[in-house]
């Protein structure tokens, strides 16, 4: 039988690597810049790691925090092989944006076409209140003296 502390910290050991994963996996999907992705990467994969370290020590196994140590090790070496292909992608185009590397797609993948804003509609922006200028007091309207609403 566990301790009411302990299922309290292995509830908080998952919060903390669901919010890491979901931090990652949105940064991931919004953003086309290759560094960003690689590294929203590598924090859903620390995310995975803080819960399997959770629930390796709620079961006191060590078999959870020994896979951590083989997933830190990949990571190591994928950090070096991506960054390495970053840097040369890099120089062959001068762009990081992923949309740039549209000859790296499967030959039956549609291209990626970014689509053009919509023109905005040039309306008037509202008139904004100056500032009266100094030593003129400015008129109120008579219904604004007489009756305010927000009072």
């Avoid at 509830?11 to 949105?26: C, K, P, R």
């Avoid at 390796?56 to 083989?70: K, N, Y």
């Avoid at 904004?128 to 219904?143: D, F, N, S, T, Y």
């Amino acid at each position: 039988m566990h301790l009411p502390q302990e299922i309290a910290l292995l509830y908080d050991y998952l919060a903390v690597g669901a919010l890491l994963f979901g931090v990652g996996l949105v940064g991931f999907l919004s953003r086309r810049n290759m560094i960003v992705m690689f590294l929203s990467a590598e924090i859903m994969l620390q995310g995975v790691s803080v819960s399997l370290v959770a629930w390796s020590r709620w079961h006191s196994d060590f078999g959870g925090q020994a896979l951590v140590i083989f997933i830190i090790a990949v990571a190591a070496c994928e950090a070096a092989i991506a960054l390495a292909m970053i840097v040369m992608l890099f120089q062959r185009s001068g762009n990081l944006d992923i949309a740039t590397w549209q000859e790296l797609r499967e030959a039956n993948q549609e291209p990626y076409v970014d689509e053009e804003l919509p023109p905005d509609a040039t309306e008037e922006p509202p008139a904004w209140p100056h500032l009266a200028p100094a030593g003129v007091q400015p008129e109120l309207p008579k219904e604004e003296i007489e009756h305010r609403p927000h009072v």
